[in-house]
């Protein structure tokens, strides 16, 4: 079963930069899709970016430009670099690995990590 353990949240300025972490075990690491998503609260969990095996990336159209994932498929970990950080983009953030390159099915879910910018 594969667990993920995201770090990295915090509080920051608008503008300010911040960087998530995802640490990923049980699971072939590099054969699998990932993604970020967020929360807002009384808002739906929302797709914010994903990266397939190969590293092909997507990004929602709120984020494009500022922010970038990435995969480190020795310490099996994926990133998310958070730059020009809005009031909008408080959250709660949860990393998520997909099954294969299939984006219809998750694996698993972390436990979630808190992101909150200040205006």
């Known amino acids: 079963q594969v667990q993920l353990v995201e770090s990295g949240g915090g509080l920051v300025q608008s503008g300010g930069s911040l960087r998530l972490s995802c640490a990923a075990s049980?699971?072939?690491?590099?054969?699998?899709?990932m993604g970020w998503y967020r929360q807002a609260p009384g808002k739906q969990r929302e797709l914010v970016t994903s990266?397939?095996?190969?590293?092909?990336?997507n990004y929602a159209d709120s984020v494009k430009g500022r922010f970038t994932i990435s995969r480190d498929t020795v310490k099996n970990t994926v990133h998310l670099q958070m730059n020009s950080l809005k009031p909008e983009d408080t959250a709660v953030y949860y990393c998520?690995?997909?099954?294969?390159?299939?984006?219809?099915?998750?694996?698993?879910w972390g436990q979630g990590t808190q992101v909150t910018v200040s205006s």
């Open positions: 049980g699971s072939i690491f590099s054969a699998n899709a």
């Open positions: 990266i397939t095996s190969t590293g092909i990336t």
């Open positions: 998520a690995q997909y099954r294969g390159n299939d984006f219809r099915f998750i694996r698993g």
